[in-house]
């Protein structure tokens, strides 16, 4: 099967961004907004731009979680950025306590600062330095063994139940938030590739070089 990947639309997102990005490697890419769980893709990209509780009403309204469920189940490749990420986990704490897609154990709560300056505000918004926390996953990473400069814009982080989901880090109030995750063929990240220039590029070739089941 060639590779065919799914960028999934509801509603919050840099859609044509990582459309365009993801065009430098793969030439079928589809746009779905409602349930196509019983297509054949070979790769999902879930991105985010907006509040937890509005990606996940929009995703359920669109029943867009069948499509995520059904496609990682058959060992589809899935790639959340920044709120899709964060929805990935089971609970997010941003205007009240709603549900997530429970593919990563643990939770999203407001990014923690001990005292706000120039270089930790929130939100956490430019540059930052993203380092792998181990050799758990070099495909993702591939050509990127020392890390990247990435762009972040968010105001919530995710804290995985497991450390080990936790693949790559940045530094933020002197201390590591969590940059990547990773739990099978689940993987996100909380900045955004598409517009972290050279490095995102590779990062989202590496994504789509990685061989799902189906392939």
């Not at 469920?69 to 205007?95: A, P, R, S």
């Not at 590496?206 to 392939?215: A, G, M």
Request: charged share 25%; net charge negative; hydrophobic share 35%.
């Amino acid at each position: 099967m060639t590779k065919k990947v799914a960028i999934l639309d509801y509603g919050s997102g840099n859609l044509f961004s990582i459309k365009k990005a993801c065009q430098n490697f793969v030439s079928e890419i589809e746009v779905i907004s409602d349930d196509r769980s019983g297509s054949e893709f070979t790769h999902l990209i879930l991105p985010g731009v907006g509040t937890y509780q509005d990606a996940m009403d929009q995703i359920l309204q669109r029943n867009l979680q069948k499509v995520i469920y059904d496609q990682c189940g058959k060992g589809v490749l899935l790639l959340g950025i920044c709120v899709g990420m964060q929805v990935m986990t089971t609970w997010g704490h941003e205007n009240g306590k709603h549900k997530g897609l429970d593919l990563i154990s643990g939770q999203t709560e407001k990014i923690s600062v001990k005292s706000a300056t120039s270089t930790n505000r929130i939100p956490n918004i430019g540059w930052s330095a993203v380092t792998k926390t181990k050799e758990v996953d070099d495909e993702l990473f591939s050509g990127l063994e020392n890390g990247l400069d990435a762009y972040f814009a968010h105001s919530y982080e995710v804290l995985p139940n497991k450390l080990e989901r936790v693949v790559a880090v940045t530094q933020f109030d002197n201390r590591p938030l969590v940059a990547a995750i990773k739990r099978e063929n689940i993987y996100g990240v909380q900045f955004h590739p598409e517009k972290s220039g050279e490095d995102g590029l590779l990062l989202l070739k590496s994504f789509l070089e990685i061989k799902s089941k189906l392939e």
